[in-house]
Each structure stands twice: as C-alpha cells, then as structure tokens.
C-alpha cells in the first residue's frame, strides 16, 4: 500500500472519516445488508418455525427438517431432487468444461482470422434468458414440429429420434444438455482469457524445443489455465445447485414426467409456493432453502480448501 | 509444410463454423419461422419466408392478446433504474473500501463479497414477507430493491480493482487545493472509470433483464410482470398456436440480440481483460 492512503486517513478528524464512510458506504451496506443479507439469515430462522392453520408461528426447533429428510412424504422428493441435481451437474461438468475448453484452444490458436466473429456468436446464447432458450429447444425437440427429426433423417439417422423431453429416461439429461449449450460461452471466454494471459515467452521456449501446437496446449497451456477451470467448475455448481428457470419453463412446477426433472430448485418452488397437488408451505420452503444453503456453502468450502489451495502453485 | 499448414486452419474454421451454427441455429430458427404462414412453419421449416409465405400475423395476435408493450417499458424500468443505483452506490462503496483505511475494512470487503457466491433467491421466503409487510409486493420497486443488493457484490469486486488504478497523483494534487473528498470522487476518479462502469453495466443488465424467478415471486398483476414473465405465461397459454408463440419469443430474444451486438466489445473485453477473475 503506498504510504499515501494511510496518511491521508491518519489527518483526518475521526468525525470527517466516519461521515465520509457513512456517506460512501451507507447506501450499498444498508441495501446489502436488508435486501440480501437479512432475508438469507431471516429464511434460516423461519425454517425452524411451523405455521398452524390460524397463521401463528411457533418454534419447533429441526423439526422441519427431520420432517424433510425422514417422512417418506417429504423425503422421497427431496432425494429425487437432490439426485437429479446431481446429474444436473454432472452433465455439465462432463460436457460444458472438455467443450469450453477446446473452442478456447482453437479460438486462441495464433493467426488465427475471424475470431473475433466466433467469439460474437459462440456467446449468443449465453445471453438469452434461460426462459426463451428452454421454450425454443422445446418447440424444436417436439414431435409435433418435426425439425429435430426432419434434420436426423436428413442424415440417415431418423430411427433415432424419440421425444426425448417427453420420456421419463431422457428427459433430465437433454434438459441438461439444453443448458450446456446455453452456458458453454462462460468457460469458453474465461478459459480464453487465461490462455491469452500465458507470457509468450513460455510458449516460444516449447516451440524452439520443437514441440508442435498440440502438444504445447496438452502440457503446457492445460496445466497454467487449471485456477480458472476450477473457478468455472465453481460458478457452475452454484449455479446448477441454484437452478430453476429451464426445468420450469419447459416442464413447469412439476417437473415433469412423473418428477423426472425435478431439482432442488423447482421443489423449493413447489414446497414455497404450493401447486395443484399441495399447498404452499412457507416454513417447509424455507427449510428446503435453508437446506440448499449448505448443500451450495459445503461445496464453496470443499472448492476453497481443497481445490484453490493446491493449484495456487500453478498460478502466474 | 505450407499445404499442411492450410489444411490444419481449414480444420480448424471448420470445427469453429460448425459449432457458431450450433450455437445461432435454434435462434434463426424460432426467428425465421415467426415470419411465416402457419402453413409453412409445419410444412417447410428449414426454409426461410418468401413472398409466398410471409407472414405476421403471429406478431399481430402477440400484440393484440398481450400486454407485451407494458412489459417491454417495466423491464426496461427495472433494468435502467437497478442499473443506475449498482452502479452509483458499487462506485461509492468501492472508492470508500480502497481509498480510506479504516478498521474492518477488508472484513467489510469479504462480507459485501459473499454475495458474489450466495444466490439471493434461497433467501425469497423472507423477502416475500418483508415487501409484503412494507406494502411492497406488486410493485417495481419491490424488483429494483433486490436486484440492487444482487448486483452491488461484483460490481463493488469489479470497480475496487479499477479504482486502485487510478494514478494517486490525480487524487493527492486534488486534496493539496483543498477539494472535498466527494467532490474528488464524483469529478476527478468516477469519469475515469467509465470503461470499467460499462463493463459493470452489462453484468448487471443481463441477469436482470433475464430473471424470471423475482418477477414470479413478487408480482402478480399483468401491469407490473417483466417481458420474461410475461413472455412465459404467455407461451403457456398460447402453446398450440404456433405463429404467436414463435413471435412472443422471437419478441423476447431480439432486444437482447440487438444490445449483446451493440455491446460484445465492451464485454469480451470486460471478460477477457480478467475483470471477473
């Protein structure tokens, strides 16, 4: 720190430093801390709480949650939640990272022309809602439209087709899918932006020794970028362990068929919110959410001291 | 090895073309088949409209039987005005963390930092009971307040790492004339951080422009729903008719298209430059 700042702040009258602190930070502590801090601390505490039929609240302690995790009723949606959830993820840890990395391999290959255009259009759909993209992947996978079979045929490969968002097997899995190709754009430019970060001299140095491009990305390029696929491996479990937006907007509150796509999210939604089949429970939906606090704080954890700490020493 | 060499690139513009159509195929597809006759939608859909089978009738009926005008300008509403204040009060909060040395100062820099990676909406429970109780649900400003406190984590993360770049002569030569602190900030430092603020900005605008999980949970009424909720309660009623669903989402995708293409540089180069890393 240049010594500046501390004998800037060291001048100051302690009444000017505080109403300049109240003055800069206020605004966003205050709205921070009502707005977002407040309601997760206050959602924890109603999880404990239950509603009687008159509306008043009484303490019951974990109840809620032995209820979530121990009453059939509860418990068998909330494993299947969870499960999905997991594959949820899985699918895109096992398609959006290989996928986001070789388009940045190749978009960052030297003299390499048009780039800039790839870049454009390769990010589009990270950009559009979720809500849009699940509803024109749903009309183009339809039966009913044919496009999606048209273009299998198209290449001998019509016995393929199925419904797939409509069967019980498949649904979970190009639901998921659907998202990968959405969201592949965020590894992509971040996992670019590291490779251009690599000091040229590094790369030169391999060239001289005369290893070619492919070996030059495997061995040296893959293990410097490694922080920030773990950083996206992050972002994307938050994320999915987060989501709700696809499912609903494809298959509605209830995750159809018979909960195939059912996730953490949607049966917060239902628990919260109620549907056709149950009515709304805000104690229950805070649990639920309470819940997928820790499912989404035990991964940051996990993420920060396993993960971060052992690759810092690749770090630049 | 010249040959070689173009046969390599060939491959590579190969693989590149191959996944950029991926990746804008569904969307000309939805956009494309909202200008044509039913009949064409089912019968030709790979094929773009001509004169014999264009259409807009899907985009008449989207206007007729919505309110898609009133969602258009609440979205805008909320997006502007949340936009406005992340920016206003994230620069404020960012040159107050890295200007002034104070006690708790990087404890109160990792707190705001826990929403960064703490989604809001597991807390929803209580905030729909707060904006109840404050007589707030149903209203925009209901939206503008939680998606304030959204934004302000990255954009106070993103701003603080630009603010310590400001040279310190700037600010020093300010104070030795006896310029007021917030006069420093708001005329001498924030003009210089206005490629920094439009990065922030579009990190900010598309999160909330897309958000559906909010509007959902906090209003009701068709006077106050956001094109994204609009657009879904929309396309659930209307799924058997074809035209107007594909010209409601066609009317939902464009403006983010037509903003994402006015912007991309801004943002690549805020993704690229390692603002979020």
Same mark, same amino acid.
């Given at each position: 720190m240049p010594e500046s700042v501390s004998n800037i702040t060291a001048q100051m009258p302690r009444a000017k430093l505080a109403g300049l602190l109240l003055f800069f930070l206020g605004p966003a502590v205050v709205i921070y801390l009502l707005f977002s801090i407040y309601p997760l601390v206050a959602t924890m505490a109603l999880s404990t709480y239950t509603s009687d039929p008159s509306g008043a609240r009484h303490f019951v302690g974990p109840a809620n949650f032995e209820t979530l995790l121990g009453d059939a009723l509860w418990s068998k949606p909330f494993w299947n939640a969870l499960g999905n959830n997991l594959i949820f993820f899985a699918v895109h840890m096992c398609m959006q990272n290989p996928i986001g990395i070789a388009l940045a391999g190749l978009l960052s290959l %030297? /003299? +390499?022309?048009l780039k800039g255009f790839y870049r454009t259009v390769m990010f589009l %759909?990270?950009? +559009? @809602?979720v809500v849009i993209v699940g509803f024109s992947w749903n009309l183009i996978l339809s039966p009913l439209w044919g496009v999606a079979s048209g273009a299998l045929k198209a290449v /001998? +490969? /019509? @016995? +393929?087709?199925?419904p797939w968002l409509g069967l019980e097997s498949s649904a979970l899995v190009t639901l998921s899918l659907i998202s990968v190709w959405q969201f592949v754009g965020i590894p992509m430019m971040l996992i670019y932006a590291a490779l251009l970060n690599i000091p040229e001299e590094l790369i030169d140095a391999a060239r001289v020794d005369g290893l070619g491009q492919f070996r030059i990305f495997f061995h040296i390029k893959l293990p410097l970028v490694l922080p920030t696929i773990s950083l996206v491996s992050v972002l994307t479990f938050v994320a999915n362990f987060n989501a709700f937006d696809l499912i609903y907007s494809v298959k509605g509150a209830l995750a159809g068929p018979n909960f195939a796509t059912d996730i953490l999210g949607t049966f917060f939604y239902r628990t919260f919110f109620g549907n056709q089949l149950q009515l709304g429970n805000p104690t229950m939906g805070a649990a639920v959410a309470t819940v997928m606090f820790f499912i989404i704080l035990v991964g940051l954890c996990l993420y920060l001291f396993l993960v971060q700490r052992r690759i810092r020493r690749y770090a630049f | 090895m010249a040959a070689e060499q173009r046969a390599k690139s060939l491959g590579v513009h190969l693989v590149l073309i191959a996944y950029s159509l991926l990746a804008v195929g569904p969307i000309l597809l939805v956009v494309m088949n909202s200008f044509k006759v039913r009949s064409a939608i089912f019968g030709s859909p790979l094929a773009p409209p001509d004169a014999a089978t264009f259409s807009l009738i899907g985009y008449e009926k989207v206007f007729r039987s919505s309110h898609i005008l009133t969602y258009y300008s609440n979205s805008l509403i909320v997006t502007l005005v949340s936009m406005a204040l992340v920016l206003l009060f994230g620069a404020m909060a960012a040159w107050a963390l890295t200007e002034y040395r104070f006690r708790g100062s990087t404890a109160l820099a990792l707190f705001l930092s826990i929403g960064i990676m703490v989604p809001?909406? !597991?807390?929803s429970v209580a905030i729909l009971n707060m904006m109840r109780s404050a007589g707030l649900?149903?209203? !925009?400003t209901a939206l503008i307040l939680v998606y304030v406190a959204q934004g302000l984590p990255m954009s106070i993360f993103i701003l603080s790492e630009f603010i310590e770049q400001v040279p310190r002569d700037l600010r020093d030569a300010a104070r030795c004339d006896g310029v007021p602190e917030a006069r420093i900030f708001f005329e001498v430092v924030a003009p210089l951080l206005r490629p920094a603020i439009a990065t922030v900005a579009v990190f900010t605008i598309v999160p909330i422009w897309n958000d559906l999980w909010f509007p959902l949970i906090l209003t009701s009424s068709d006077s106050t729903h956001t094109v994204t909720l609009g657009v879904q309660q929309f396309l659930g009623q209307y799924i058997t008719d074809w035209n107007s669903v594909l010209a409601a989402l066609s009317m939902a995708i464009l403006p983010v298209v037509v903003i994402y293409v006015i912007l991309s540089r801004q943002l690549i180069a805020g993704l690229t430059s390692g603002a979020v890393k």
């Open positions: %030297p /003299g +390499l022309r %759909p990270t950009m +559009l @809602s /001998g +490969l /019509g @016995s +393929l087709f199925a | 809001i909406r !597991l807390g649900n149903d209203t !925009l």
